[in-house]
């Protein structure tokens, strides 16, 4: 019988289509690691790959049919054996799906889109940024461990690769009804980008593009700069880019080093998403535009013949 | 059919979002209330199902406090059919478990084929509810989907999660929660708004759902802090000369941002 520690932080690892571990993994065993000893959860292909993010201990549940379920059922299996004083997940579409049913089923409380953990003298406490980064708030639970899911790209803890003890999980099927998956395709993400939730630079472009084609020139500047691509909820509805790059309240939150906003007017929607961001650029041909009331550089004037002008002028510094 | 859609009443997005910094909780005097957009988009795809199909009856479902009931209101005046609004004192500032377990014992009170819920409120944020609700009442969920077919028997759609795009379906009951993808809700007409004010409405209390609100054997989530961040200042502001790609460039470089 595998033995675990005391201080044991279970971390769930959500994996992709094609059985890798996905991106969010590493920063969820480096919180772990901040705070206890990391063991992490891989329910399907790709438990190999945890012990190089520092996953000290490896669980490994077979997937079973069906959306959710079978993995709640891994989770609860795993929380019976080793007992620990953290279950991290991340706050993702299928990490909160988990969560949910698994705080429900444990009867736990669960603390949503942690951006930090930290452990003081009453025990671990998940820290979060709300109402668009407004308000600074932590919470705990009254008893039992603690249930978080963690804001991906939130945290930069990486714990040091370990060589893992690799321990099969036994799970005993719930047989709660589940939806079925019938079919499933990997969503494609461009790789020579940097990923926009964790981006340090993010170029973001809005209606004031008018046309998907030129949307292009946000996409230039952002590969000019090294950045991640985003974009306002308007450039979404209009099919400039998928949902996925949305930056605001209903879309990812982001807090680069560098933002730049790019033909957006700054709805407060949008701002919530961003305003956290260390250094604000916005080029709007409106001057009452709100996005300038918080920008610390802000230029009035058409994008059309600013980005271009932008674009040489950083060429020519590095030819 | 009968489907249900849970809604709620937020804090206006548009106007400043106020928390009480000793509470933690948010401070509904502060901002204008409005229902959440997503909560109407999920009306939305009731209605327009209920459109097409007669013996449909879409009811709304709401824990808020009292006050939210004009708010609540509007969802009978798009169409929706009869309301169920939860209130109760012991209900103020409840954690999403207390939360789950009220809006379960609603749907469980009322009955349904299917449930409808947004994915995320735009306060909370949270997006755990739908999946505690499926749980407690043992149903699939579809979450998340950005394109939904209800079926007589069957309810089926689009979902996009962080890693892949997806067809699921699950026969019913079930619950779905659906994102900002699917349409914008109808307006309420006046007559809809006129009609909402006779249609049937019932409140429930905890007692009526054989609740304890106060009970703290299970475990709680608790705010433990709370601090404002202080406003962004605006900084430079430029009216472009010919030359703002090359200051921004210069302004880039300074920063070592480029
Ligand atoms: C509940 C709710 C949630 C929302 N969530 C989000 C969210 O997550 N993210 C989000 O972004 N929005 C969100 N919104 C929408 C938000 O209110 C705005 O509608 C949206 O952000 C506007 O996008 P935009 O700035 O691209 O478009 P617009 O507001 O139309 O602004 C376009 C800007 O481009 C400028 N422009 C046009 N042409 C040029 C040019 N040639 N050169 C320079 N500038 C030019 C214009 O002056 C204008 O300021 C939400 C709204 C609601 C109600």
Redesign the interface.
Known sequence: MPTFANDTILVLL????DGQL?A?SAALVGAASQVGTPVALVVGEGADGAGALGAVQVLHASAGD????PI?DAVAAAVELVQPEAILIS????G??????L???L???????AVDINRDD?GL?AHHS??G????????????PLLA?LR?GSIEARAAAVEAEIIPLEVTRSG????????????VVSSKRPELRSAA?VVSGGRGLGSAENFALVESLAD??GAAVGAS?AAVDAGYVP??LQVG??GVSVSP??YVAVGISGA??HR?GM??AK???A?NKD?DAPI???????????LF??????????EA?KG | MKILVLVKEVPDTWGDRVLNLETGLADRAASEAVLDEIGERAIEVALSYADEHDDTEVVLLSMAPESAAATIRKGLAMGAGSAVHVVDEALHGADLSLTSEVLAAALRKSGFDLVITGNQSTDGVAGVLPAMIAERLGLPQLTALTEVTIEAERVSGRRVTDVATMQVSAPLPALVSITEALPDARFPNFKGIMAAKKKPWETWSLADLGIDGEHMGVPRSIMTSIAERPPRQAGQKIVDEGDAGQKLADFLRENRLA
């Open positions: 959500d994996t992709t289509p996905a969010s069906g959306l959710t379920v709640v706050n993702s579409i299928d909160r799906d988990v969560a949910g049913r705080a429900a089923r009867g736990l409380s669960v603390a949503v889109d009453q406490v709300v109402y980064g407004a308000y600074n708030t932590q919470s705990a639970t009254t008893f039992g899911t991906q709660t009804r589940a939806a079925m998956v019938e079919s499933i395709e990997p969503v630079r000019a700069l909820r949902h996925a309240q209903t080093q560098l407060i929607q919530a305003q956290t250094t604000i650029v080029i001057p300038f009331e918080v920008a610390d550089f802000g230029i009035v004037g058409d013949t600013i980005v271009p002008q932008l674009l040489e002028a950083l510094k």
